[in-house]
């Protein structure tokens, strides 16, 4: 490859997510209840308070999406035993077949060395409770070590 696809190819592997899983095989009529997890460099930001990048997330997010709610945080929470930043919203989704959505989202963004963790977990609004405690015990099982 030459120096610019190199360069391509490198960008378009680091924005992609570490861990992706759905609970349905797609393509999937309905909001698929999912969990995802990227990791990014901290950049210029200051990771000694996750809460405050919590709350550059919400911005945006209220931007894009008209019915944009937050429903609990931005606060400080543990994730597997380090200091996280937390929110959980509410939106509606839209597809571009014109589908519609109601969809509760929840993020938590731990902040590691240069980098952070920012894991979201995606359902309806109105979650199975099998459905809503599945994505929670994934959640319980991540392990962030040092």
């Known amino acids: 490859m030459e120096d610019s696809q190199l360069q391509q190819q490198i960008q378009k592997l680091a924005s992609a997510p570490l861990v992706v899983m759905t609970k349905y095989q797609e393509p999937y009529d309905g909001l698929n209840p999912s969990v995802k997890v990227n990791r990014r ?80 977990v995606g359902m309806s609004q109105q979650p199975s409770e099998a459905d809503r405690q599945e994505l929670h015990t994934i959640l319980q099982s991540i392990k962030i070590e040092e």
């Open 41 to 120: 460099p901290l950049g210029g930001l200051d990771g000694s308070n996750p809460v405050k990048m919590v709350e550059l997330v919400k911005g945006p997010l209220e931007r894009a999406f008209k019915d944009f709610a937050v429903v609990d945080g931005p606060s400080e929470v543990q994730l597997s035993g380090f200091k996280a930043g937390y929110m959980r919203m509410q939106y509606t989704l839209m597809t571009g077949e014109g589908k519609a959505f109601p969809t509760s989202s929840e993020i938590w963004i731990v902040p590691r060395g240069s980098f952070f963790f920012m894991i979201g």
